[in-house]
């Protein structure tokens, strides 16, 4: 493994040289290689040697452990390099092993956070074995069980859709630690897969997919299998607390990860239309497609700023993850599906192909659909904010004192990630919702007021609505009513750390300007009513002009503009 210790980003610098231009064609982990692979439902080996030459799962084990993850918003703007050539890739090789060691770092001992940390810097894997087919997103219901015996624990029961459970040294379970049920009858289990006795454990046969065709997905049974007490991961009967407290780094991260299928189906796009031309005139200059294009690049700069912000509060803001994380998925799998599916429109019948140099956008088309689904559906999503709306609605909501800079500026300082602090119940300040009305005390640009205090009245709307919510109204069977209420709340934290993003942006850059806030606010504004409005066409011109430029310097379309190889 590379021993590259250096900041993030020379360490983002020197991943992009080892990844290489995907547009090579003579690239082995280029967007050529990655089609073909996929064809054959793999991820290139060209691509898994360049990150494991990196030394790529370090950067899923704390700085305190040997590793290099410090920041969630560092490691999430890293893995942007490996997710816009292949997703697959980017969660088969690489984050799936963060799905498991997340809980390890949250309620593991000293001795079984060591092991795990020295399996990852020696490039070997972590399987997290939560889900059944069964119960989908209702992990509190399984059925795989855990039950001592002799100073032991015997597994019994099945696990399902699993990645990379071939190839794991070692497998976080969820089990069932108490027969009678009841809050605390889940537990985690910490197991290399060496212990389990061959025997009594039978591995399933892959599962195959449309999307993520690359990432190996599997399963195992196992009958009377005996494991060591000691693989207890935290308290017994503790293990749904840990996943409160642990996914709330996953259900960002991952999420914000996506965002670079976007940036990858919108660079396509233009490569596209660029070189194209129809009916006497080149395709980039239709008033359709430069539409459709300034509202894929508007919307992919909200999902980076609303994703950043989150990331961050999990050091700043470490009460308001258990709200803030679902708000995250939710809103950007939506958002980030719409706009690739209004960028195939634009692609038209080069969408489908599956050859030439275009053909890695049926990819993305294809392996973004999981964001929607994948680790938690966007509707349990809803259910998990839920709960905390009326606890949000009178007591953080109303005269929210404005998040700090931290949240928003990319050159702050950030206290250290502690996942066993963070909170699994909200706190009395939503600093995200402060933000936003404080904007608008402020001197904004005419343009903005109007888009920003439409948020804000939205905001008031709602803790007007939540604060009379029932304990009855917020179960899984909510009406379609009320789950709007927390998809509503979504678009407002999205709208405010967009906000945030513009107050804190570099001077003189493009995201201190204001015609990208209201791009992205008026698209908002739509979406939060379900018909997402087009970019107002006073500010169109100038996200298209920002747009080329990028393209031209191979920059990053997202919020940060880095470049590219």
Not at 226 to 247: K, S
Not at 289 to 304: G, H, I, K, P, W
Not at 382 to 409: E, H, N
Request: charged share 25%; with cysteine.
């Amino acid at each position: 493994m590379s021993d590259i210790r250096t900041d993030a980003g020379t360490r983002m610098e020197a991943l992009e040289e080892r990844l290489g231009d995907p547009w090579d064609p003579a690239n082995s982990a280029g967007f050529a290689a990655i089609v073909a692979a996929d064809e054959h439902e793999e991820t290139p080996e060209g691509g898994r040697a360049a990150l494991d030459g990196f030394g790529i799962l370090a950067e899923f084990v704390p700085s305190s452990l040997g590793g290099r993850l410090e920041r969630v918003d560092h490691l999430v703007e890293l893995m942007r390099s490996v997710y816009r050539r292949d997703p697959s890739l980017g969660l088969g090789h690489c984050s799936s092993s963060l799905l498991g060691a997340v809980n390890v770092w949250t309620a593991g001992s000293p001795e079984q956070r060591r092991y795990a940390a020295d399996l990852l810097l020696g490039g070997n894997k972590i399987s997290c074995a939560f889900h059944e087919l069964a119960h989908g997103n209702d992990i509190g219901s399984v059925e795989f069980a855990a039950t001592p015996a002799d100073g032991r624990l015997l597994l019994n029961g099945r696990k399902e859709s699993i990645t990379n459970l071939d190839r794991a040294d070692a497998v976080v379970f969820l089990a069932r630690t108490d027969p009678a049920g009841g809050p605390r009858s889940n537990s985690q289990l910490f197991v290399p897969v060496s212990s389990l006795d061959p025997e009594r454990t039978r591995f399933l046969p892959r599962f195959r997919s449309v999307g993520m065709r690359g990432v190996r997905l599997g399963g195992i049974t196992v009958d009377d299998c005996p494991v060591d007490a000691a693989a207890l991961l935290g308290a017994r009967g503790t293990g749904m607390e840990t996943i409160a407290r642990a996914f709330q780094l996953t259900r960002i991260a991952l999420p914000a990860m996506s965002t670079a299928m976007l940036d990858t189906a919108l660079r396509v796009t233009l490569h596209h239309v660029l070189r194209r031309r129809l009916y006497g005139r080149g395709v980039a200059d239709i008033p359709m497609v430069r539409t459709t294009l300034a509202n894929a690049f508007a919307d992919l700069l909200l999902c980076e700023a609303f994703a950043a912000a989150a990331a961050r509060s999990l050091h700043v803001l470490p009460e308001l993850g258990s709200v803030y994380a679902p708000a995250v998925k939710y809103l950007l799998a939506g958002v980030l599906l719409d706009a690739v599916e209004q960028l195939s429109l634009v692609m038209g019948a080069e969408f489908y192909r599956r050859d030439g140099e275009h053909a890695v956008f049926q990819k993305m088309t294809r392996d973004i659909k999981p964001v929607a689904f994948g680790h938690i559906a966007r509707a349990a999503c809803l259910s998990a904010m839920l709960p905390q709306l009326p606890v949000l609605a009178r007591r953080a909501w109303r005269d929210a004192a404005p998040a700090p800079a931290a949240l928003f500026a990319t050159d702050s300082e950030l206290p250290p990630l502690d996942l066993a602090g963070l909170r699994i119940a909200v706190g009395r300040q939503d600093g995200l919702a402060g933000t936003l009305g404080a904007a608008l005390d402020d001197d904004l640009p005419a343009p903005l007021r109007p888009v920003v205090d439409a948020h804000a009245r939205r905001l008031e709307m709602l803790a007007e609505a939540c604060a009379g919510l029932r304990p009855r109204d917020l179960s899984i069977a909510a009406s379609v009513e009320v789950r709007d209420l927390a998809a509503g709340y979504a678009s407002v934290l999205a709208a405010a750390a967009s906000v945030g993003t513009w107050q804190h942006a570099t001077p003189g850059g493009f995201l201190a300007r204001p015609e990208w806030l209201v791009a992205a606010l008026t698209r908002l504004t739509g979406r939060a009513v379900g018909q997402p409005e087009d970019v107002p066409a006073e500010v169109e011109g100038a996200l298209l002009e920002e747009l080329l430029d990028r393209h031209d310097r191979t920059a990053s379309f997202g919020v940060s503009a880095r470049r590219y190889r």
